[in-house]
Structures are given as C-alpha cells and as structure tokens.
C-alpha cells in the first residue's frame, strides 16, 4: 500500500531551483508533521525541512533561506520549494510523517519510500 509519493526530482544547474512534491493519503497528513530528508552518497540521512499540522516549520542551517516547506491540506501534498540550489545538495530526498519529535529530531520511522533524485551541477 503506497501512502507517499515523491516526485520533482532532475537535474538542475547550480543556482537553479526544483520544487518537489509529497503526496499523502488524507488519513497521515491530516494527523502528522511532515518531512523532508536527504541522503548523499557515503553520508547519512539528514533533515531537511519540517512543518507541523499547524505550519510550523524548521530548516537544516545548510538550506535557510533558500529552501521553503509548505503543506496544502486540500491536495494532501507537502512541498519542497528548491532555490539556488548547490552541487553539495545533490542527494535521493526524501518525504516522511509522524509526530514532530520524530519529524524533526530521532528520525525513527518505520520505513522510507524510494525518494526522488536531485543532482544540481553544470
């Protein structure tokens, strides 16, 4: 049973942007802060961005101000809107769901989708 789909991913120039796309089913995004990751080559998955039920979000330093996470509860989607984008955030990105501390902080969730590409170079 797929609940998360990710999309958006390509090959962007430095300096680019991307917006990626998580889709949910209704039941986990009207319950559950929402997510994204990223994992590079030889290092491990890192958090990315956040947003809570009520649009709280939070940023990895590595992508403030460039990076923006919202969420629309009519289409069950959380996005990732990518703004110029760097070599070093080049990574399979991930989107994932649960309560905020997991969200944000431990990272233990049950499982992960397969994620979505994004190579930035020229």
């Known amino acids: 049973q797929v609940q998360l789909v990710e999309s958006g991913g390509g090959l962007v120039q430095p300096g680019g942007s991307l917006r990626l796309s998580c889709a949910a089913s209704?039941?986990?995004?009207?319950?559950?802060?929402m997510g994204w990751y990223r994992q590079a080559p030889g290092k491990q998955r890192e958090l990315v961005a956040a947003?809570?039920?009520?649009?709280?979000?939070k940023y990895a330093e590595s992508v403030k101000g460039r990076f923006t996470i919202s969420r629309d509860y009519a289409k069950n989607t959380v996005y990732l809107q990518m703004n110029s984008l760097k070599p070093e955030d080049t990574a399979v990105y991930f989107c994932?769901?649960?309560?905020?501390?997991?969200?944000?902080?431990?990272?233990?969730?049950?499982?992960w989708g397969q994620g979505t590409q994004v190579t930035v170079s020229s």
């Open positions: 947003i809570s039920l009520s649009t709280i979000t």
């Open positions: 209704r039941s986990i995004f009207s319950l559950n802060a």
């Open positions: 994932n769901y649960g309560p905020w501390a997991v969200v944000t902080t431990t990272l233990l969730f049950g499982s």
